[in-house]
């Protein structure tokens, strides 16, 4: 942002986390120039009413509104009240971490939604630069900072709107939020084009790994017919057989105890939650259990783990030694593998497979809640090599997903870059430590 020169002249805001503002600015409480929660939902609605409900998780600081669940009003939590027009700003009240902050488009203004959130209104205030002023990233630390309670932070609407804000004149608001809608709408555009990227680089590594495991690596192999619909043909000398014949023993489900302690002398409790995506365990959400607890439940190397319910449910992990001691919980089921028969690695490449992913959405397919149980994971039929050859398999893959993870890595991080470029300038143009004047 070095190409935007600063005011000519500053004043001390008086407030301590907004510091020096442009001298002929004012800094007011945000009550003073918006009104709070305007419209409810009313009483007397119907149970059979359609809505489009926005909750707290579908709300996001850089990426805006990003859903609304359609239902009967009967069938709604009951903090489904809030009502919000097209260039009002909704903030959360409540979970103030996740900073769900967004500002109100044509395209949710008829959605109902949570009580959680404070709804905003312009009223001394250009409607244009509210949303701009709201997601200045002080502002929501600040937020953040004034909340209340440990494991559940929360502000009340009447004292989010005492904390207090920069206000330029009217005319330079109108000027602002121009510039930021334009500067932006440019970043939002990068961003788009690497996720792209990155969605581009998923497919191309779940179809590497695809065609690997069924059809092998010899281009010149030859062919039969699997007898599995989502398997379809493999080389001719592989056995296509139940998950179970390759298993050292029954597949097995874990612990029922709650995650209450991060003892790190105690073995790990793994559970759904702390399963990434891409196959690690996330650090954020450690937990463990006694060992007295955890000794039934001990996780050996090699050992896959299968999220068995529930959105998750399809997801596997690895255990190796290298990841510490580690017992796992009852919504993931456990499978060994005879190594004599399959490699624990060739197994879950197999795992991250389309064909895999096939088999697990065919089993939910008559199902309202999602769950594969042990007894479905182990009757799954799959393509099995000989030894040697999953072993070239899984190494090759090795190789050729590492380098798509390292192509995925560095997109995210620019991601993350531009991300933090956006919410800088948008904290700069509003708190006056840049002058957009003339810039359009």
């Known amino acids: 942002m070095s190409q935007y020169k600063a005011y000519p002249a500053y004043k001390d805001s008086g407030v301590e986390w907004i510091g020096q503002v442009p001298e002929h600015w004012e800094v007011k409480p945000i009550c003073r120039v918006t009104s709070v929660n305007d419209d409810a939902l009313s009483d007397s609605t119907t149970g059979s009413t359609r809505i489009s409900y926005v909750d707290i998780s579908s709300v996001g600081y850089t990426e805006g509104i990003k859903q609304a669940t359609e239902m009967a009003f009967e069938d709604a939590p009951s903090r489904a009240r809030r009502k919000a027009s097209t260039g009002d700003v909704v903030v959360s009240t409540v979970r103030t971490y996740l900073k769900a902050v967004a500002a109100v488009t044509d395209e949710y203004a008829d959605c109902i939604f949570s009580t959680g959130f404070a709804v905003l209104r312009a009223r001394q205030l250009e409607q244009s ?121 029954p597949m097995s489900y874990g612990a029922n105890e709650s995650a209450e302690s991060d003892d790190p002398n105690h073995p790990r409790y793994i559970r759904i939650t702390d399963l990434t995506e891409n196959g690690t365990l996330r650090e954020d959400t450690f937990k463990t259990l006694p060992w007295d607890k955890a000794y039934s439940y001990l996780l050996s190397d090699g050992d896959i783990l299968l999220a068995r319910s529930g959105a998750t449910v399809g997801k596997s992990f ?52 999602q769950n594969v149980s042990a007894e479905k994971y182990s009757s799954m039929v799959l393509p099995v090599p000989q030894r040697e050859e999953q072993a070239t398999i899984a190494a090759t893959l090795d190789r050729e997903t590492a380098r798509i993870d390292a192509l995925i890595g560095k997109a995210e991080q620019s991601i993350t870059l531009l991300k933090e470029r956006r919410s800088a300038f948008i904290t700069a143009a509003v708190t006056g430590q840049i002058d957009l004047r003339g810039e359009q």
Not at 190 to 206: A, D, N, S, Y
Not at 338 to 355: F, G
Request: charged fraction near 25%; aromatic fraction near 10%.
């Open 318 to 369: 690895l255990y190796r030694e290298t990841n510490g001691a580690a017992c796992f919980a009852g919504y993931l089921i456990k499978a060994s593998c005879d190594e004599e028969k399959a490699l624990p690695k060739y197994i879950y490449a197999y795992l991250q497979s389309h064909s895999y992913w096939e088999y697990i959405s065919g089993s939910n397919i008559q199902s309202t809640i």
């Open 129 to 249: 630069f509210l949303k701009w002023m709201i997601l200045n990233e002080l502002l929501v630390q600040a937020i953040e900072a004034h909340s209340e309670g440990l494991s559940y932070p929360a502000i009340n609407a009447s004292a989010l709107v005492k904390l207090k804000s920069v206000i330029p004149p009217p005319e330079e608001q109108a000027t602002i939020a121009a510039a930021l809608d334009c500067e932006t709408a440019r970043i939002d555009a990068l961003i788009g084009k690497k996720t792209r990227f990155i969605e581009l680089l998923k497919e191309k590594r779940q179809a590497l790994i695809t065609h690997a495991v069924t059809k092998g690596l010899d281009p010149n192999v030859k062919m039969k017919d699997s007898g599995v619909e989502w398997i379809g043909q493999v080389p001719e000398h592989w056995e296509v057989k139940p998950f179970k014949y390759i298993l050292s023993a």
